[in-house]
């Protein structure tokens, strides 16, 4: 089960500002008027120490209030069948109408954790108001005012022991996970490795609806595939349905060690690739950006090298990634995509002796010591490679607080000089010594 936390409800209840609140960005759509959130809406967010995802369900679909409260009943659905936790939030100004009822009515058949998240608890008289939600029968009920903040540290607390940040693995295998928009050729790259028609594959966006997890063994490589539905904006969508593709492919990129993001080579890298981008980043996941239907561009005017260059200014700062040409259809470096996956898991999976990394660190800040500040100069001691499943060093330090953010990057691109770490990200913490 990925750490998906899933926040549901009817319009208005505030939704899309505690999800601003959680992510710690003012990312979604929010205004006064029912049904204003336009995109779905996904982001990372961490509390102690514990890391997930946060999705925002609000305003799916457009219609009369019939069909816009039955698109609520099916996000609520979905949430039951996908997340690790639900967010059921509620509106203590208007009190419990028949839409919140009948929403906690289906919450209280799931065996997940629900949290009833009761918004616009602002004051005294508000508070003695908001106590009539306990009646909707949940044992955990958080008064928050999600716009100022208040409450929320308190409901984080709760979700967060729910939050299993050590991947259940059914396989020690590599699992790798083809993600993107609709229509750039998932299936096919999927059915081209696999040579069998595992996926329906069809010029219609969309046709995936479900993430197909095959085992692959072949020329000496063994890892599990997993084909996800495309991420679709919601200005495209008219469907139920693609609520739920965007939830499992969420879900695929938290199952996954490594992401190939499947771009159209005659669409190029687009907003939505770099929201699942971001995520997979800041998920610590392996990327391998991958440029399909190469066969169909026109090699005059496009030269893969300055396409390359286009699509990592795009990607910038994070732009130490493989990117590899493909044609699925016509089975061109699909192999060599797949090569360079495996090299950028070995990459994530590296680790570094600690006398190695001194002998080597120690006198590269020697030669270019961090600037001064206030007149004093921290002096770095010893570094070491962290236990995490992804590249992490401690670099122990006299007083963490004078080595700047551009020092820290500093150190990062010598590790990345020194060593192969192309494909996935890099932490550098500052510890006191």
Not at 140 to 153: D, E, K
Not at 168 to 182: M, Q, S, V, W
Not at 318 to 334: C, M, N
Request: aromatic fraction near 10%.
């Amino acid at each position: 089960m990925g750490n998906i936390v899933a926040i549901v409800g009817r319009p208005n209840v505030g939704k899309s500002t505690l999800y601003n609140r959680l992510v710690g960005a003012r990312d979604a759509i929010t205004d006064d008027f029912s049904g204003v959130t336009r995109d779905r809406k996904y982001g990372f967010s961490d509390w102690n120490g514990k890391r997930f995802t946060v999705v925002d369900t609000g305003g799916f679909v457009h219609g009369s209030d019939d069909v816009f409260e039955s698109a609520i009943r099916t996000q609520v659905s979905v949430a039951i069948n996908e997340a690790a936790v639900i967010l059921f939030m509620v509106d203590a100004q208007t009190g419990i109408t028949d839409l919140d009822e009948d929403i906690a009515k289906r919450l209280r058949r799931s065996t997940k954790p629900v949290f009833v998240v009761v918004n616009k608890v602002d004051n005294h008289s508000s508070y003695l108001d908001a106590n009539e939600f306990y009646s909707l029968g949940f044992e955990n009920v958080f008064f928050v005012a999600s716009i100022s903040g208040s409450g929320t540290g308190d409901l984080l607390d709760a979700v967060v022991e729910h939050i299993d940040n050590e991947p259940d693995l059914e396989t020690e295998l590599p699992k790798f996970a083809i993600i993107g928009r609709p229509n750039v050729g998932k299936s096919s790259l999927t059915n081209a490795l696999l040579g069998e028609e595992r996926n329906i594959v069809t010029p219609i966006a969309g046709t995936t609806r479900d993430p197909i997890h095959a085992h692959y063994n072949k020329f000496g490589m063994e890892f599990m595939l997993i084909d996800t539905a495309g991420i679709r904006k919601k200005a495209k969508v008219e469907e139920d349905l693609e609520f739920y593709s965007v939830m499992r492919a969420v879900k695929a990129v938290e199952e996954a060690d490594i992401c190939l993001l499947v771009i159209d080579a005659t669409q190029g890298l687009e907003a939505q690739d770099l929201a699942i981008l971001r995520l997979a980043q800041k998920r610590h996941k392996g990327i391998v950006i991958l440029v399909n239907k190469w066969d169909l561009v026109e090699k005059e005017t496009n030269t893969a090298r300055d396409y390359e260059q286009g699509i990592k200014a795009r990607m910038a700062p994070f732009d130490d990634v493989p990117v590899v040409f493909i044609s699925a259809t016509e089975k061109q470096r699909i192999f060599q995509a797949i090569e360079a996956a495996m090299e950028v898991y070995q990459n994530r999976t590296r680790k570094i002796k600690t006398s190695e990394l001194n002998d080597l660190m120690l006198p590269i800040i020697e030669a270019t010591p961090p600037p001064s500040v206030k007149g004093r100069y921290p002096k770095f001691k010893y570094i070491t490679q962290l236990p995490t499943h992804y590249p992490s060093f401690a670099f122990f330090v006299n007083n963490p607080n004078y080595v700047r953010d551009s020092y820290k990057q500093f150190l990062e691109n010598q590790l990345r000089k020194h060593f192969n770490f192309k494909g996935v990200t890099i932490e550098v913490y500052m510890r006191a010594k």
